[in-house]
């Protein structure tokens, strides 16, 4: 906005400076602050080639704060002498000249190319030691756990059923849902695809072998790890910033015996009860689809099912459920228990486990898979 | 200072019958306050008296259950986002730096909000709150997390200075320091006060502070506000401000007053 413009009355009037005179004797007027300094720098503008014997009287000047007298600190640098300053600028304006001012210094940009390569090499150095951080814990996290159940009295039954009820009972309603619901997806699916072969009523096997096998415990141990290892990460990281883990460790407590062991039983312990929860509700959500697909009653299903499946079935995902929640539970624990001083540690960390048990369970999902089939399980 | 209490003080900022209730609990009962322009001004109290409210009443943070507060005669609530950014400067207990930004940058935040000046112009000028809050240039590049407390707080200053407030709110301003690090941010309220004519207002716990650098100090007691220079809170015969300015505590932090005041 040029100052000169007229302004509506209802708004503040904005300050305003300008300077008096011409040649190497100028006379700053008006209030010279933060919100008229580019106004200062234009009334000055013809002093911006170098020369000698300026000066610049001050007396008319109404207001001046610390951005104004560090331009005229700025001014008396290249030479300018300032006069006739008033009493009440006096000290603010030896204050900015007497402050020592360097410039800051400048951090050095690096090359996009060399940026590429540093990254790819953090990110393999990063993979590499979460391997090696993951492997420890895990094996810190099984003595432990051997330990406590070896002198089961060392084992906090109060903290385990606490968890169990915190992600077993009360996760009952969604996983349930999930599992009838990815019941529905699969039977949709699987009746679109084997109807052209006029193979319909297979996807009875279809979907209770895929449920029992593989959906219901892989969806039941992603919501876990989603819902309860954040939890665990969560409340571990809050106790390290608030200093807590520390004081168990004083108080002769061992956080692995107290935090992690009490976590890791209850979450082996829920998984696979929840994972058999899961079953049982996909093979519910199998019987809606054989009611409104296949025209087949209930019962008719029932029937059908002992044909299409067998225990090997139901074993196969059950097993899988302990070893998951054991990797999920120690994960989510581990990175509780890397969180360090800040709340902004605590969400980083929760992410990370999060990913990382997720990523386990599938990977582990696919291994199990490779084995049974050498297996022919 | 003793021609500042007796030139004609001129109100700043005034609270008139402050209220604030949490469910039963009254914790202020028709408070009123006056701030003077250009007086440091301690707001003292026990745990729990309402310090910490009353500042963010003070500030418009908090809105109280009956009353107003007055800056410049303009109810703090209906002063608009750029002028309470350039009236009033706070600074938090915790420091409350933004830890996605370099220092330089947090002191930049206000500077960039309400102000067009150009970047460089906004690099000076927070180089030069950096040296005023008397931080190394090179703190600026720095991230809040790799600062010591001491330095939090001066940086934290550096950003509450940032647009030239007219009053500075210091919430424990020397709490978590060690001492020389907690005097020398006395030094520093008393300097920015002497050359810029801030107004400041400290709610504090520390004894010294309130006795070495503040005009008047407000005393928190039953819900209310006792205001007075410190040589009159002393003769109190309230039992509380009694116990708290000659307590064990209040011996040292007096010998530090008569040090610093030469009689």
Not at chain 1, 138 to 159: E, F, I, K
Not at chain 1, 350 to 369: E, P, Q, Y
Request: glycine share 10%; proline share 5%; with cysteine.
């Amino acid at each position: 906005m040029p100052p000169n413009k007229p302004q509506p009355t209802v708004e503040p009037t904005r300050p305003t400076v300008f300077a008096k005179g011409d040649g190497a004797e100028l006379e700053l007027r008006g209030e010279l602050g933060i919100l008229t300094l580019a106004d200062a720098r234009s009334a000055l503008k013809q002093w911006s080639k170098p020369g000698a014997g300026r000066s610049l009287d001050l007396s008319g000047l109404k207001s001046l704060d610390t951005p104004g007298a560090l331009f005229l600190r700025g001014l008396r640098v290249q030479g300018v002498s300032l006069t006739g300053v008033r009493a009440e600028h006096k000290a603010l304006l030896d204050l900015l000249c007497g402050l020592e001012l360097e410039p800051a210094p400048k951090v050095k940009p690096v090359r996009r190319w060399r940026q590429l390569v540093i990254q790819i090499g953090k990110g393999a150095h990063d993979v590499a030691r979460a391997a090696i951080d993951i492997t420890t814990f895990v094996g810190r996290t099984a003595s432990w756990t051997l330990r406590g159940l070896m002198h089961p009295a060392s084992l906090r039954p109060a903290s385990i059923s606490r968890h169990i009820a915190e992600t077993g009972i009360q996760a009952l309603p969604i996983i349930g849902l999930m599992a009838v619901m990815i019941a529905i997806v699969i039977g949709y699916q699987g009746v679109a695809q084997l109807r052209r072969f006029g193979g319909e009523d297979f996807t009875i096997n279809l979907v209770a072998v895929s449920v029992l096998r593989e959906m219901a415990v892989i969806i039941t141990a992603i919501m876990v790890a989603g819902r309860s290892g954040s939890a665990f990460t969560a409340e571990i990281g809050v106790m390290k910033t608030r200093q807590e883990v520390d004081a168990l460790q004083v108080m002769g407590m061992e956080p692995m015996q107290v935090l992690v062991v009490p976590r890791v039983i209850a979450l082996v312990i829920t998984l696979p009860l929840l994972t058999f929860f899961a079953d049982i509700m996909g093979l519910l959500g199998g019987a809606a689809i054989s009611q409104f697909l296949l025209d087949m009653s209930p019962t008719q299903y029932l029937a059908r099912l002992p044909q299409v499946v067998d225990g090997s079935d139901l074993f196969v995902g059950l097993f899988k459920a302990p070893v998951f929640a054991f990797f999920i539970a120690s994960i989510a624990c581990m990175h509780g228990l890397k969180v360090s001083g800040s709340a902004e540690s605590v969400g980083r960390e929760t992410t990370r486990a999060v990913v990382k048990s997720i990523f386990l369970v599938i990977a582990l999902d696919a291994l199990f898979s490779i084995v049974f089939e050498k297996m022919g399980i | 200072m003793t021609a500042r209490t007796t030139t004609k003080a001129k109100t700043i900022l005034s609270a008139r019958g402050i209220s604030n209730r949490f469910g039963r609990q009254v914790v202020h009962d028709n408070l009123s306050l006056d701030i003077n322009r250009g007086e440091i001004i301690g707001i003292a109290g026990g745990s729990g008296s309402g310090k910490s409210v009353l500042l963010r009443t003070l500030v418009g943070l908090h809105e109280p259950n009956a009353g107003e507060v007055l800056i410049n005669g303009k109810a703090v609530q209906s002063i608009g986002a750029d002028e309470i950014a350039s009236l009033i400067g706070v600074l938090f207990q915790q420091g409350a730096l933004f830890s996605s930004l370099t220092v330089a940058q947090n002191i930049m935040v206000p500077m960039r909000e309400h102000t067009a000046l150009a970047a460089e112009e906004q690099e000076r000028i927070a180089a030069m709150k950096l040296a005023l809050a008397g931080l190394p240039a090179d703190a600026g590049i720095k991230f809040p997390a790799a600062l010591s407390g001491g330095m939090v707080k001066r940086a934290a200053f550096a950003r509450a200075l940032a647009l030239d407030p007219k009053i500075l709110f210091l919430d424990e301003p020397t709490s978590d320091l060690d001492p020389i690090a907690a005097s020398g941010i006395d030094a520093l309220i008393r300097q920015l006060n002497d050359s810029l004519g801030v107004t400041v207002v400290i709610v504090t716990h520390d004894l010294t502070t309130l006795f070495t650098i503040c005009d008047r100090i407000a005393v928190l007691v039953d819900r209310n506000v006792t205001v007075a220079t410190a040589e009159k809170l002393m003769k109190s015969d309230h039992p509380w401000i009694h116990e708290f300015f000659h307590g064990p505590r209040a011996e040292g932090a007096m010998k530090a007053r008569k040090a610093s005041h030469g009689n």
